[in-house]
């Protein structure tokens, strides 16, 4: 019996001296998106919006500029860059950095769609315009000719937890094969190969990439100088040479290879996986994430962590992928367009096409009520009409833009938002039909347009009758 209570009694000591000893565990988050393509859906900015915190970091691993959603300002930039030679040599704003910074992000990576889409001076802007907004640029293997780092090559963040801040190294790298061009094979065949960044067109060969491996290897080291608690590498590049035909897709060396790098985000390929796990030379952990293409999904990369002797350890780290689903109006949105571009071919070069059509039988979905808006209408006044918030309505900025909401009880099943000339349709109300700086349309009622088709440039004119 006495053994037993003396027994009971070390048992509760040691219980209290653990207890004492014991730290609080701590997470640190790192989110990440590749390859958006100038897409930032609303399904994806919602859910970062919830999920940003202090404990959260959120990174894209390349590939983010480009031609985005029909109608966008992305669009009307990327236009203005290619048809005009002004812009050659003149800044022109880019908004990928200003909406970035919106959403949240705190670095991203060059990926090769950021140097393919400019030339050396917009590729210069676009890099200011995002340290304007605070954002860091990372890509430790992109040199200057004189052997300088292009941008960061690496960036330390230090988040802070209730144990203290966490000092996270986020380590930037971008596939060496920048462009592909195109040989003719004396069979006639076409044969594409991969161009490095010192003979790109538009750069004179002022840049050049180092290889993604070897240039990890001598970045980690440099890092750690820094002593950080862990280190992510934000890549854009593939995970398996294997399973694409250009060798730089080399993700699997870089987490075999390279000692002391933690978490890898991977990209450039548009595959999309939560977690894969390997080992590097010291026999550690590394686990790798892709988070697909154009906003799709998002990783989520958890580490917990542990504080002893005034030091972080990680105790543990997993990644998790959230997918996101089109909305219904997306879907509208581009069904809709197609049938603007379909109408404008198909009836481009004959004389069949009608002089006037209701507009509820040419929308491909269902509504019984649609809101004209005026141009600079507020998304206040535009929540007010539509009598609830509904995503994140933008005003129209300019004469060229249009926003019609068309509606089904009550709900809104469309939003046709953005510069008309890259919807391939024109809409004309006349000014007078505005009340309040709406015009209420009903199928059948007043919903009848003029139709001209400009066979030059495949446009759809509609004009309220
Ligand atoms: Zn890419």
């Known amino acids: 019996m006495k053994k037993r209570i003396i027994i009971g009694l070390l048992g509760v000591c040691m219980l209290l001296i653990t207890a004492c000893s014991s730290t609080k565990s701590v997470d640190v988050n790192i989110l990440a998106t590749t390859d958006l393509h100038g897409l930032l859906p609303y399904e994806l900015t919602s859910y970062i919006k919830d999920e940003k915190s202090k404990n959260t970091i959120l990174v894209d691993a390349g590939d983010f500029y480009d031609w ?9 930039c990327l236009d203005l860059k290619w048809s005009t030679d002004e812009y050659d040599s003149s800044y022109l704003e880019v908004p990928i950095a200003k909406d970035m910074k919106a959403v949240g992000y705190d670095a991203v990576v060059l990926g090769n769609h950021e140097f393919i889409k400019s030339n050396k001076f917009q590729l210069d802007n676009m890099v200011s315009d995002f340290k304007k907004q605070d954002i860091d640029v990372l890509s430790a293997n992109t040199y200057k000719k004189n052997g300088e780092n292009y941008v960061k090559p690496y960036v330390i963040k230090n988040i802070s937890t209730p144990e203290g801040d966490v000092k996270l190294g986020i380590l930037g790298l971008t596939i060496q094969e920048v462009g592909q061009k195109y040989d003719t094979l004396k069979n006639g065949d076409i044969k594409a190969k991969s161009e490095g960044l010192r003979d790109f067109e538009g750069y004179d060969g002022t840049l050049y990439m180092g290889d993604l491996v070897e240039n990890a290897k001598k970045w980690v080291k440099v890092m750690k100088k820094d002593k950080p608690d862990i280190i992510v590498a934000v890549v854009h590049s593939g995970e398996n040479t294997k399973e694409t035909k250009y060798p730089g897709n080399n993700i699997q060396e870089l987490a075999q290879e390279v000692d002391g790098i ?15 796990n390997y080992k590097n030379k010291s026999g550690e952990k590394v686990i790798v994430t892709q988070p697909g293409k154009y906003g799709e999904c998002i990783s989520k990369i958890n580490f917990k962590f542990e504080k002893n002797n005034n030091k972080f350890n990680v105790i543990d780290k997993s990644i998790k992928i959230a997918k996101f689903e089109k909305s ?54 535009i929540y007010k009409t539509i009598c609830y918030k509904w995503q994140d309505i933008k005003k129209t900025e300019s004469e060229d833009m249009v926003q019609i909401i068309f509606m089904k009880n009550n709900k809104v099943v469309c939003n046709l938002y953005g510069y008309e000339f890259y919807f391939n349709s024109y809409f004309e109300f006349n000014k007078s039909e505005y009340k309040d700086s709406t015009i209420t349309i009903y199928p059948k009622k007043n919903d009848r347009f003029k139709i001209n088709i400009d066979k030059l440039w495949c446009i759809l004119h509609l004009k309220h009758i």
């Not at 985005?68 to 009307?76: E, H, P």
């Not at 890898?264 to 939560?274: L, Q, S």
């Open 68 to 76: 985005g959603k029909q109608g966008s300002a992305w669009n009307k």
């Open 262 to 276: 933690d978490a890898i985000v991977a990209g450039h390929t548009h595959k999309e996986f939560e977690q894969h």
């Open 328 to 381: 219904e109006e997306d879907k509208n949105f581009e069904k809709l367009l197609d049938q603007f571009f379909n109408f404008c071919y198909k009836d481009k070069n004959s004389n069949k096409a009608p002089k006037e059509i209701n507009l509820s039988d040419f929308t491909p979905f269902d509504w019984d009520k649609a809101y004209a808006f005026d141009t600079h209408t507020s998304p206040e006044k």
